[in-house]
């Protein structure tokens, strides 16, 4: 900061320096006229600053929450018992039926993978077939927990951490379902 201030200062002088028109007003205006041009540049340095430690702040706060969202998101089992067929019609809308049926949140990556697999049909030839038609649901079922166990098992906190300061939008793909988890005692 201390730099971006004397760079300030330098460019100010050669601002007001010896290209300045000297009259009398201007010669006793001048240097008021400068201390006020730099009192301001200060100040918004200094927001500046404000603001970068504000972002620092939330960034960490972000990371905190990721990290704690992973770790329990590692702790929830995946369900073993599963057989149940769920007519569905898009990805999104089988993964909210597998969360209503098994009281389990799904992954926020899951979440947004299976949006983007509802995204891809749009515009095809099958975009309004419907998809239990195309795919058995014993295998879309089996798929989802697939990835869901991928997810929950090995994703990085950090990789979350980035996806979420880059989307302030990242609420909405997070489920609000918490299972109690078995205490191991």
Known sequence: MILVVKQHLFLSSMLFGSS????????????????????????????????SHLHIFNAVAVFRKAKMYQDYMKEVPIPTHRG??????????????????????LHYLTNIRLRQWDQLRAGGEDEYKRLDTMIHPYKAEACIWLMEEVHRLTSSREYLAQLWLADST????????????????
């Open 20 to 51: 300045y028109p000297r009259t009398p007003l201007s010669l006793s205006l001048s240097p008021y006229i400068y201390i006020l041009h730099t009192h301001i540049c200060l100040l918004s340095l200094v927001r500046c600053a404000a603001y």
């Open 84 to 105: 149940s067929v769920i007519p569905f019609t898009s990805w999104t809308g089988l993964a909210k039926s597998l969360k209503q049926l098994y009281g389990q949140p």
């Open 170 to 185: 990242h609420h909405a793909f997070v489920d609000p379902i918490f299972p109690k988890l078995q205490s191991p005692s």
